[in-house]
Structures are given as C-alpha cells and as structure tokens.
C-alpha cells in the first residue's frame, strides 16, 4: 500500500488550502483514509492527532471536534484519491499533515495506532 499526500504550503491564516492523498495498492473497497497532523512542538514526541476521516464504500465521515465546520473531507473513487479541503485556517493548524489508510471494516476512529499503512507529511503553514 502506498499513500501520496500533497497540496501543503504557506497561507495567511483565515486563507484556504487542499491536500490531496492518493492511494495505490490497496485491493479492497473495505477501508478509510484519514488525516492526521503533526504540530511542530510535537514533533519529538511523536504524536499526530486525527483530523478527519473518510470511508470509501459509503463516504461517511468524521471530523475533530476544532475543524468542523471549516474543513471538508472528500473522495473520488475513480481516482483513488482523497481531498481534505481547508478552510478559515488559523495558525494552530499549523504542522505536517499525514494521510493514512485503516484497511478491512474500518473503525472511523481518529487514532493512529488503528491505521496500517502511511504516507509521507505534507507541511502546512498558517502565518501571517
């Protein structure tokens, strides 16, 4: 399985941005892509929090509670890919973003231990 983010880059914070995430490999309809974020002070520790979720086979979603409303998750099948549209950024979204696959009856929960296969960060700056 192989998952390809991109899209990030430098925004003013109240602008908008749209990483996308393909994924290759994967031979079942049966799973989710997720966004995670790394902040740079967490860098160290290792820790990427859940951003949003998608479930291929039906489309049903799930957000952190601090990006609803200003975020979008979204698919195209037939591409394989995965879009998180990003709104009304602020600067605490800042960070590297991460897309990852939970494969086989997917959970739709916003943890990472329960996703199997990653993709490389894409960096995300919201400053002024």
């Known amino acids: 399985v192989q998952l390809q983010a991109s899209g990030g880059g430098l925004v003013q914070p109240g602008g908008s941005l749209r990483l996308s995430c393909t994924a290759s490999?994967?031979?079942?309809?049966?799973?989710?892509i997720g966004w995670f974020r790394q902040a740079a002070g967490k860098a160290r520790e290792g820790v990427r929090e859940?951003?949003?979720?998608?479930?291929?086979?039906?489309?049903?979603?799930h957000y952190k509670d601090s990006v609803k409303g200003r975020f979008t998750i979204s698919r195209d099948n037939a591409d394989n890919t995965v879009y998180l549209q990003m709104n009304s950024l602020k600067p605490e979204d800042t960070g590297v973003y991460y897309c990852?696959?939970?494969?086989?009856?997917?959970?739709?929960?916003?943890?990472?231990?329960?996703?199997?296969?990653w993709g490389q960060g894409t960096q995300v700056t919201v400053s002024s």
């Open positions: 490999g994967i031979t079942s309809d049966d799973y989710a």
């Open positions: 990852a696959a939970e494969l086989g009856e997917p959970t739709m929960h916003l943890s990472e231990g329960v996703y199997d296969a």
């Open positions: 859940g951003v949003s979720c998608i479930r291929r086979s039906d489309g049903l979603t």
